[in-house]
Structures are given as structure tokens and as C-alpha cells.
Nanobody
Framework: VQLQAYGGGLVQAGGSLRLSCAASGRTFESVAVGWFRQAPGKERECVAAISWRSISTYYADSVEGRFTISRDNAKNTGYLQMNSLKPEDTAVYYC????????????????????WGKGTLVTVSS
């Protein structure tokens, strides 16, 4: 699976952005997708993840209620809708695909994801 994240940019606090993750490869529909972010000087963290059938989702506490993860397997695309953005959401955002097929429960550790796209920068100004 090859991935490309896009949709980042500069937005004022309180604004919204939608990130997209375009995937190529026949296995996209069978793997979980995670969105990670990494701010300068910080470790990469999982902010949201969705299972291959969209049955299981995960949100980090810091984004719960503000971010929504979704996917459209017919379009081989994943999404991260980000609302009520805060300056602390500023980071490079990455989408990633699970290393294993058809896991029922999503994982949040970066080492569980074997496929990564190039990141897209999100900057939230105060």
C-alpha cells in the first residue's frame, strides 16, 4: 500500500481542515488506517485510527469530540476531519496503514503500521 496525505495548511484557531489520505494498492480496504502527528521535539502520536470495516475507531483524548476519522474504501481514501483546531494541534500529520490485514481492533503504536505516507503540515495560529 502506498499512501499520500494532503490537505494541510495554515488555519486560525477555531477553524477546520479536512485531511485526506489517498492510497494505492488492492489491500487498502483490508487494513486499518491511522492518523498520526508529530510536533517539533515531540514523539509521533496516534490521534485517530479506524478499522478496515470502520467498525472500530480510536481517538486520542486530546482530539476526542473535535476530530472525526472516516474512510471510503471504494475510493481508496481515508479522511480526518479536524474541527475547533487549537494551536497545540500544530504538527506534521501522517496517514499510515496497518501491517496486518483485517484486524478487528485498531492499534495505536506507530510500529504496528508498516505503510506510511509523506506528512502534511498543519499550522494553527492563535
Amino acid at each position: 500500500v502506498q499512501l499520500q496525505a494532503y490537505g494541510g495548511g495554515l488555519v486560525q484557531a477555531g477553524g477546520s481542515l479536512r485531511l485526506s489520505c489517498a492510497a494505492s494498492g488492492r489491500t487498502f480496504e483490508s487494513v486499518a488506517v491511522g492518523w498520526f502527528r508529530q510536533a517539533p521535539g515531540k514523539e509521533r502520536e496516534c490521534v485517530a485510527a479506524i478499522s478496515w470495516r470502520s467498525i472500530s475507531t480510536y481517538y486520542a483524548d486530546s482530539v476526542e469530540g473535535r476530530f472525526t476519522i472516516s474512510r471510503d474504501n471504494a475510493k481508496n481514501t481515508g479522511y480526518l476531519q479536524m474541527n475547533s483546531l487549537k494551536p497545540e494541534d500544530t504538527a506534521v500529520y501522517y496517514c499510515a496503514a496497518d501491517s496486518r490485514l483485517r484486524r478487528a481492533i485498531v492499534r495505536t503504536a506507530p510500529n504496528e503500521y508498516g505503510y506510511w505516507g509523506k506528512g502534511t503540515l498543519v499550522t494553527v495560529s492563535s
